[in-house]
């Protein structure tokens, strides 16, 4: 199996990197960011629009609410809510540059900048989506990018999109960067679901019996499930191999269905030099079931392409997603990639 050395290059003396976590506003972020000439990796056009004002936010849209104004008089814009919650970032960032910092603040200041400019140019870089089912009052996504360039790793991440919290340490601490995104509260427990089952530490799923099951869900179609089930025989395996039968089967999709608590998944875009990215790409797919987690691999059991999952710890998501990185660079079978 491939491997990417997530340390130093053997003989070399690592660059001393201080580790250090931040929470920040979207515009404060983006006004970092331009500070620095570092593009971040989505999309802040509205956000440097708004910065662009003067202090007090005056400058809006005026031809937009007008088209708005036509339609009703007590129709509100559906930008404007976001728009009056920008305008507040931006008022408290251009208070802020009022003031006059002090060293420790220029230190932060600096660190922080440092941390997005190996956002900007990254030698790897990892785009994590995280979709959530714990319930209601809880966040359903999670947004993050995480980024190495020598010796240093930084995470970028937010639930909200509002407020973003960035991290950056030494390259040794990618593992735990990556352990932080999907170690997440406790799964909610419904009483009127039952006991949850015990599910294997290894098993397979056919991926067409796996969209189906959410399908039949959302359109209260079950008894169609059964009927599909017993159209991929031998596909669906335990822990040592053993094909189920389909009742079995199906109490498996079931278990996945009703517990499902997470979808995991980080893309790995190809990088150029200059931070452009290339059309290569790799994907580590997880699922959490419960409270705990799976890997997911495309498989073929029997002809049929199934999902093959694999019982994993948040720790063991860095030595996942390694192999992918090296294959992406192109390094596959280089131990210092």
Partial sequence: MPTVNLGPTP????????????????????????????RLPFDVTAVEAALATDATGTAADEAR???????????????????????????????????????DAEAARAAQQEALAVLGRPEALLEVELGLRLGPGAPEQVRAWVAVRGQAAVSLGTVSGADFELSWGAVAALPEMLAHLVRLPE??????????ADLPPRFTLPVE???????????????????????????????DGEAYDAAA????????????????????PGVQ??????????????????????????????????????????RDLARWVGPVIARV???EGDGDG
Wanted: a negative charge; zero cysteines.
């Fill in 273 to 314: 030099d200059d931070g452009a990215r290339l059309s290569g790409a790799g994907v580590v797919v997880w699922m959490r079931v419960g409270e705990q987690w799976f890997a997911l691999d495309p498989d073929l059991v029997a002809g049929i392409p199934v999902a093959r999952a694999t019982a994993v710890e948040p």
């Fill in 187 to 196: 799964a909610p427990y419904d009483e009127d679901a039952g006991p949850v």
């Fill in 249 to 268: 089967t199906q109490g498996l999709l079931n278990a996945v269905h009703d517990r499902l608590t997470a979808r995991l998944r980080v893309l790995v």
């Fill in 65 to 103: 609410r007008a088209w708005y104004a036509r339609l009703s008089s007590e129709t509100p814009s559906p930008e404007d809510a976001l728009a009056g919650l920008l305008a507040q970032q931006v008022g408290r960032v251009h208070a802020a540059a009022a003031d006059e910092p002090g060293p």
């Fill in 209 to 239: 019996l796996m969209a189906a099951v959410d399908a039949s869900a959302q359109r209260h179609r079950e008894e169609l499930l059964p009927a599909l089930v017993e159209r991929f025989p031998l596909a669906t395996t335990g822990a």
């Fill in 11 to 38: 003989g070399t003396e690592p660059a001393v990197v201080v580790p250090g976590r931040v929470r920040m506003e979207l515009a404060r972020l983006v006004a970092l960011a331009q500070a620095g000439s570092v």
């Fill in 329 to 331: 660079r192109g390094k």
